[in-house]
């Protein structure tokens, strides 16, 4: 009987969600994306934005550290792609912060759109003016070691969702969705739909035709707090 071939710990190749699919996603809020992807998809709200002008759009690519070691993010780097977002499951520790203002620089420097960390991040004012989006679980001034061995391009787990290198994430001010890499074109269309609704309904309640939702009473029936019949 053959043996399944074991891994690497660093994959180098894989398949990203298309630019094309990027483009047309980052026309779009991650509130739509969650909301078409039947309200999944969202990171844990520990994971947030050092600025809330952050927005973002890209393949991820995935890293699993040990807590407080980032020896696999500086591989993980060295391979990105410009565009890639870095998204790490650093098992939400804030006791040392896993990256500050010489990495993100680099990252700059290297085209990288984004890196989401579940764990802790340094030099906030020297990142925040840069510009570039990052998103931790918060900030720690504690260095972080670099000779703890870990995984590049592996599924992981990061805010609670379970991500696979060439997914889609995005991210703004509200936190960070993941989009499956084979779901995201027929979603597309979906946010589409979604944005639309969600004007239409701003501008009933704004000119005053629909200052409820159509779908309100019904609910109610439903869950036992109206009679049939009763109106509120």
Not at 12 to 25: G, H, K, L, N, P
Request: hydrophobic letters at 45%.
């Amino acid at each position: 009987m053959s043996q399944t071939q074991q891994q690497p710990d660093v994959i180098r190749d894989f398949e990203r969600v298309s630019s094309d699919i990027v483009t047309q996603a980052s026309e779009y809020a991650s509130s739509i994306f969650a909301d078409v992807a039947g309200r999944r998809g969202g990171l844990h709200g520990r994971i947030a934005p050092l600025s809330q002008k952050s927005k973002f759009c890209g393949p991820a690519v995935t890293v699993e550290v040990r807590p407080g070691d980032n020896l696999m993010i500086h591989a993980a780097m060295a391979l990105a792609k410009p565009g890639d977002v870095i998204i790490v499951d650093g098992k939400g520790d804030q006791n040392s912060a896993l990256m500050g203002a010489i990495m993100v620089n680099q990252c700059i420097a290297l085209g990288v759109a984004a890196v989401v960390l579940d764990a802790a991040a340094r030099d906030a004012e020297e990142i925040i003016e840069t510009g570039f989006p990052m998103y931790s679980v918060g900030l720690n001034p504690n260095g972080p070691t670099k000779f703890v061995p870990g995984r590049v391009n592996h599924p992981i787990q990061c805010g609670g969702v379970t991500v696979h290198p060439g997914d889609l994430v995005i991210g703004d001010a509200d936190g960070v969705v993941v989009i499956e890499r084979e779901k995201a074109p027929a979603l597309i269309a979906e946010a589409a739909k979604k944005v639309a609704a969600e004007r239409k309904r701003i501008e009933g309640i704004k000119s005053g035709d629909a200052l409820r939702p159509s779908w309100l009473e019904d609910a109610l029936r439903a869950a036992g707090v109206l009679k049939a019949g009763e109106t509120l």
